[in-house]
């Protein structure tokens, strides 16, 4: 076995790969740049939440009692004022050609009513094709409604107390930070590896590495070291800059933190290898690598809530290395949870990543053969 | 502008496009796959959250309470043991929020004293807190009126009646509001990608010398790979929409000239970003990183495909008027949901062509200065 492993013979080839990648300054831009300055840039950017839906307002009514209801929906920030429709037809027409989200419609006997006691009808229309938005702005036009109902009224019978566990700012970007952070490992990692390890089919210098006395292991892990090491680099600056940014927490163990992540950057490693091994050109080996990193990252649960999908979508999401990567992320950082909590995730990420680096050294080495 | 030559290099393209078997199929396969997983597998809409529930009070009161937030949509009560702490739930038990219905519940309501339902939420995903918030509240107030004292619960007209409709998607099928999108982000990556493959392709070769050497202009052999191109990527538009209409139904709402303008705009766009990529890279491996930067992740989220624009940082949404496809993204819903036509997409057509001229000199440029005479 000696004649499998020595270390002198896997110094030489490290600093070849290390060469290789750190020579080439574009290589080395597109593999730290992705990581740190994406995740800091699109966790301050997007927001699931729904807010500043633009609607016309058609007071018919023109009353205090509408402006009031009025400055009752524009009081939160949900919804902003777009110019004053002036009357109910030119609302609708607002929402139909796109230009408004919503339509508050407050007919002209609106105060009337409410003198007489009776309730005032008002109608919201809102521009569905958006269907998320559209139904997130009419259950905040309810909460609105509601809360305006209540003025004056004593205290509702039963109130629940709630308490907003692990993250009581509701700051959105503690949530998108993991998601954004697996995913761009997963698809850098994936990228990066398989075109780099194609690179010496394509370029013929394949046969030469299999002249030499190195043996498939050197090989493979050799070109496994520099990856590994810059995704870990990369890693831990967007860590620390969420943490400046956003003051994401960490509130888990580093160590432990540091293990999973790196098994999991091994996995990712293990599937680009395994691509390459497909593929005959760099074209190929990037096409491929996209099918199979881009549903991966849509079946993580990084996007999209992995409960809303259609059950066979959420049994196939239970072999993807991202989802559970997301999941332990999300815990050790924001729950500040062990291996106690984690253990399942861990265990499948751990099955998944042996499996796909077995195959891929198979497959690997019989090529080099 | 020679139009011949420009002719012969779009074949030309074609040609090498064509002799990679696998590469056209998965220049096919790619976009087909992702629209139907986000087509069949993504869903926005919040639905099934488990919630634990621990019922202290066990009165007809909390099990019509536990009933009606089961009934809802969104959540979903899992009944749990009373020794538990709140804290292990949410830790270990799977679920997203545990609620605790204290002893004496439905007398204390009986009889208009304060009563209080306590819920710990896992806030770590803000919008599943905020909508378990919601429900919770609205549960309460409603189950809470019909066991409270006559003189408590206020039966009396509601000041404001408010009616909500929604507009052109009244059933919420998210399938109509998802497929849309995803016509724009396949066309957005996609194209983008072989175009930035195509243009590196021939430096990292070396043949380009040869493009060099011959008498075909900068700007020749841009219309040449970009007319090629084009020609790829309104076939994938085809393919994607074609099964679009086959799987969902979705089918032209209004006027389709819009779409028919907007498609091979949005199209020569990406294609035009893929050669600048590719003029400003030297390997294959790093024009598609970079496309792939700047396309897979800002066309997705940037775009207001799955996040409204209109919620993100003001600087943000500026940004986001330079993405084409945020424009095409507006052509495409108004063309399969809205219906409304012209009025509505003409700004949108405009910024596009907008976009196209400048990405047009942009990858002509650095070209240009490459060419050793022209």
Same mark, same amino acid.
């Given at each position: 076995?000696?004649?499998?492993?020595? @270390?002198?013979?896997?110094?030489?080839?490290?600093?070849? /790969?290390?060469?290789?990648?750190?020579?080439?300054r574009?290589?080395?831009?597109?593999?730290?740049?992705?990581?740190?300055?994406?995740?800091?840039?699109?966790?301050?950017?997007?927001?699931?939440?729904?807010?500043?839906?633009?609607?016309?307002?058609?007071?018919?009514?023109?009353?205090?009692a509408?402006?009031?209801?009025i400055?009752?929906f524009?009081?939160?920030?949900?919804?902003?004022?777009?110019?004053?429709?002036?009357?109910t037809?030119?609302a609708?027409?607002a929402?139909?050609?796109?230009?408004?989200?919503?339509?508050?419609v407050i007919?002209?006997?609106?105060a009337r009513?409410?003198?007489?006691?009776?309730? %005032?009808?008002v109608?919201?229309?809102?521009?569905?094709?958006?269907?998320?938005?559209?139904?997130?702005?009419?259950?905040?036009?309810?909460?609105?409604?509601?809360a305006?109902?209540?003025?004056? *009224?004593?205290?509702?019978?039963?109130?629940?107390?709630? +308490?907003?566990?692990y993250?009581? %700012?509701?700051v +959105?970007? @503690?949530?998108?930070?993991?998601?954004?952070l697996?995913?761009?490992?997963?698809? +850098?990692?994936?990228?990066?590896?398989?075109?780099?390890?194609?690179r010496?089919k394509? /370029?013929?210098?394949?046969?030469?590495?299999?002249?030499t006395?190195?043996?498939?292991?050197?090989v493979?892990?050799?070109?496994?070291?520099?990856?590994?090491?810059?995704?870990l680099?990369?890693?831990?600056?967007?860590i620390?800059?969420?943490?400046?940014i956003f003051?994401?927490?960490f509130?888990?163990?580093?160590?432990?933190?540091?293990?999973?992540?790196?098994?999991?950057?091994?996995a990712?490693?293990?599937?680009g290898?395994?691509?390459?091994?497909?593929a005959? +050109?760099?074209?190929?080996?990037?096409?491929?690598?996209?099918?199979?990193?881009?549903?991966?990252?849509?079946?993580?649960?990084?996007?999209?809530?992995? *409960?809303?999908?259609?059950?066979?979508?959420?049994t196939?999401?239970?072999v993807?290395?991202?989802?559970?990567?997301?999941?332990?992320?999300?815990d050790?950082?924001?729950?500040?949870?062990?291996?106690?909590?984690?253990?399942?995730?861990?265990?499948?990420?751990?099955?998944?990543a042996?499996?796909?680096m077995?195959?891929?050294?198979?497959?690997?080495?019989?090529?080099?053969? | $502008?020679?139009?011949?030559?420009?002719?012969?290099?779009?074949?030309?393209?074609?040609?090498?496009?064509?002799?990679?078997?696998?590469?056209?199929?998965?220049? &096919?396969? =790619?976009p087909v796959?992702?629209?139907?997983?986000?087509?069949?597998a993504?869903?926005?809409?919040?639905?099934?959250?488990p919630?634990?529930?621990?019922?202290?009070?066990?009165?007809? &009161?909390?099990?019509?309470?536990?009933?009606?937030?089961?009934?809802?949509?969104?959540?979903v !009560?899992?009944?749990?043991?009373?020794?538990?702490?709140?804290?292990?739930?949410?830790?270990?038990?799977?679920?997203r929020?545990?609620i605790?219905?204290?002893?004496?519940?439905?007398?204390?309501?009986?009889?208009?004293?304060?009563?209080?339902?306590?819920?710990?939420?896992?806030?770590t995903?803000?919008?599943?807190?905020?909508?378990?918030k919601?429900?919770?509240?609205?549960?309460?107030?409603?189950?809470?009126?019909?066991?409270a004292?006559?003189?408590?619960?206020?039966?009396?007209?509601?000041?404001?009646?408010?009616?909500?409709?929604?507009?052109f998607?009244?059933?919420?099928?998210e !399938?109509?509001?998802?497929?849309?999108?995803?016509?724009?982000v396949?066309? !957005?990556?996609?194209?983008t990608l072989l175009a930035?493959?195509? $243009?590196?392709?021939d430096?990292?070769r070396?043949?380009?010398v040869?493009?060099?050497?011959?008498?075909l202009?900068?700007?020749?052999?841009i219309?040449g790979k970009?007319?090629? =191109?084009?020609?790829?990527? =309104?076939?994938?538009?085809?393919?994607?929409? !074609? #099964?679009?209409?086959?799987?969902?139904?979705?089918?032209?709402?209004?006027?389709?000239?819009p779409?028919?303008?907007?498609?091979? =705009?949005?199209?020569?766009?990406?294609?035009?970003?893929?050669?600048?990529?590719?003029a400003?890279?030297?390997?294959?491996?790093?024009? #598609?990183?970079?496309?792939?930067?700047?396309?897979?992740?800002?066309?997705?989220?940037?775009?207001?495909?799955?996040?409204?624009?209109?919620?993100?940082?003001?600087?943000?949404?500026?940004?986001?008027?330079?993405?084409?496809?945020?424009?095409?993204?507006?052509?495409?819903?108004?063309?399969?949901?809205r219906?409304?036509?012209?009025?509505?997409?003409w700004?949108?057509l405009?910024?596009?062509?907008?976009?196209?001229?400048?990405l047009?000199?942009?990858?002509?440029?650095p070209?240009r200065?490459?060419? $050793?005479t022209?």
């Amino acid at each position: 076995m000696s004649s499998l492993l020595s @270390w002198r013979r896997l110094l030489v080839l490290l600093r070849k /790969e290390f060469v290789q990648i750190l020579g080439n300054r574009q290589v080395l831009y597109i593999l730290l740049f992705p990581p740190i300055v994406q995740v800091t840039i699109l966790g301050y950017a997007v927001s699931p939440l729904v807010k500043h839906l633009t609607f016309a307002v058609a007071d018919e009514s023109k009353s205090p009692a509408s402006r009031e209801l009025i400055d009752a929906f524009t009081a939160n920030g949900v919804f902003v004022p777009h110019g004053e429709a002036d009357n109910t037809a030119n609302a609708y027409r607002a929402v139909q050609s796109g230009t408004v989200d919503a339509a508050l419609v407050i007919p002209a006997d609106y105060a009337r009513s409410a003198a007489r006691g009776a309730s %005032g009808q008002v109608q919201l229309v809102l521009d569905g094709v958006n269907s998320f938005v559209g139904n997130v702005g009419a259950g905040y036009a309810s909460l609105i409604v509601q809360a305006y109902n209540a003025r004056g *009224e004593p205290p509702p019978p039963l109130a629940p107390q709630i +308490t907003f566990a692990y993250n009581p %700012g509701l700051v +959105t970007a @503690w949530f998108f930070v993991p998601g954004l952070l697996g995913a761009i490992l997963m698809i +850098t990692g994936i990228l990066a590896s398989s075109s780099q390890s194609v690179r010496e089919k394509d /370029e013929g210098t394949l046969e030469q590495l299999l002249m030499t006395p190195a043996s498939s292991l050197e090989v493979l892990l050799a070109k496994i070291a520099p990856l590994f090491i810059l995704f870990l680099v990369a890693l831990l600056a967007s860590i620390a800059l969420s943490r400046l940014i956003f003051g994401l927490p960490f509130r888990g163990d580093l160590i432990l933190f540091l293990a999973i992540s790196s098994l999991y950057i091994v996995a990712a490693i293990a599937i680009g290898m395994l691509i390459s091994t497909f593929a005959a +050109t760099q074209q190929q080996v990037v096409l491929i690598s996209l099918f199979t990193a881009l549903p991966l990252m849509m079946l993580s649960g990084a996007f999209a809530p992995i *409960e809303s999908m259609p059950p066979f979508w959420r049994t196939i999401s239970l072999v993807n290395p991202l989802r559970h990567y997301i999941t332990i992320v999300r815990d050790i950082l924001l729950k500040g949870a062990g291996l106690d909590v984690i253990w399942p995730n861990v265990l499948a990420l751990l099955a998944f990543a042996v499996v796909a680096m077995g195959i891929s050294a198979t497959r690997y080495r019989s090529q080099l053969r | $502008m020679n139009l011949r030559r420009v002719w012969v290099q779009c074949v030309k393209e074609l040609v090498e496009f064509r002799r990679d078997r696998l590469t056209v199929a998965l220049a &096919f396969a =790619l976009p087909v796959a992702m629209l139907l997983i986000f087509g069949l597998a993504i869903r926005l809409q919040i639905k099934n959250i488990p919630v634990a529930v621990q019922d202290f009070d066990r009165s007809p &009161f909390s099990r019509d309470f536990i009933a009606r937030i089961d009934a809802s949509q969104e959540l979903v !009560a899992i009944p749990e043991p009373l020794d538990r702490s709140p804290t292990a739930l949410l830790q270990f038990g799977n679920v997203r929020a545990s609620i605790v219905i204290p002893p004496g519940t439905q007398r204390a309501i009986a009889q208009g004293r304060a009563a209080q339902i306590q819920s710990l939420v896992d806030a770590t995903d803000v919008v599943n807190a905020l909508t378990i918030k919601q429900i919770l509240t609205a549960t309460s107030a409603f189950v809470g009126a019909t066991y409270a004292p006559p003189s408590l619960a206020s039966f009396g007209p509601a000041r404001v009646a408010l009616h909500e409709r929604i507009w052109f998607n009244p059933g919420g099928n998210e !399938a109509l509001f998802i497929v849309p999108g995803v016509y724009a982000v396949i066309l !957005a990556i996609y194209p983008t990608l072989l175009a930035a493959i195509a $243009m590196v392709r021939d430096k990292e070769r070396g043949t380009i010398v040869q493009a060099y050497a011959s008498r075909l202009r900068a700007s020749e052999l841009i219309a040449g790979k970009c007319l090629a =191109l084009e020609l790829i990527g =309104l076939a994938e538009a085809l393919a994607i929409m !074609a #099964i679009g209409f086959a799987v969902w139904g979705v089918h032209f709402a209004g006027d389709p000239l819009p779409l028919l303008i907007g498609t091979p =705009l949005l199209v020569c766009c990406q294609v035009l970003l893929g050669l600048f990529i590719g003029a400003g890279t030297s390997t294959v491996t790093s024009a #598609i990183q970079a496309s792939g930067t700047v396309n897979s992740l800002l066309a997705v989220l940037l775009s207001g495909f799955m996040y409204p624009v209109f919620a993100m940082p003001l600087f943000f949404q500026w940004l986001s008027y330079i993405v084409p496809t945020r424009h095409y993204i507006n052509i495409t819903r108004d063309a399969f949901v809205r219906g409304a036509g012209w009025p509505s997409v003409w700004s949108e057509l405009l910024s596009l062509v907008l976009i196209a001229s400048v990405l047009a000199v942009g990858a002509w440029l650095p070209m240009r200065r490459m060419q $050793m005479t022209d």
